[in-house]
């Protein structure tokens, strides 16, 4: 059984900055598209950012390009997204997710496995 477990969200002022942790478990997702979504309240849940497995191919939506970075390890099975700069629009629950392809993770009902969630919340 996969679990993807997040870390890392938390309440931050705007301008500030927070690093999501996702660590996966059950079995080795490191020939994996990994990537982050988020959901704010009302809203569908949209892509954020994604990673191909090797971590030379990365993509990010238009919204938080030059702000977030992702990246990952794979001897210790972690994704990891740095957001900088952030933005009361930021704020949602952030998912990580992981799927074979690079180009179909950005999709949400491709996604394979889905973490919890974890909030992250940025003040005006």
Known sequence: Q????????????????????CATSGRTLSTYAMGWFRQAPGKEREFVSAISWSG???DYADSVKGRFTIS??????????????????DTAVYYCAAEPNLRSIKL???????????QVTVSS
Not at 72 to 89: C, F, G, H
Not at 108 to 118: I, L, P
Request: cysteine-free; charged content about 15%; proline content about 2%.
């Open 56 to 58: 030379i191919s990365i």
């Open 108 to 118: 949400a009902t491709n996604v394979d496995y889905w973490g919890q969630g974890t």
């Open 72 to 89: 990952r390890d794979n001897a210790k099975n972690t994704v990891y997204l740095q957001m900088n700069s952030l933005k009361p629009e």
């Open 2 to 21: 996969v679990q993807l477990v997040e870390s890392g969200g938390g309440v931050v002022q705007a301008g500030g900055s927070l690093r999501l942790s």
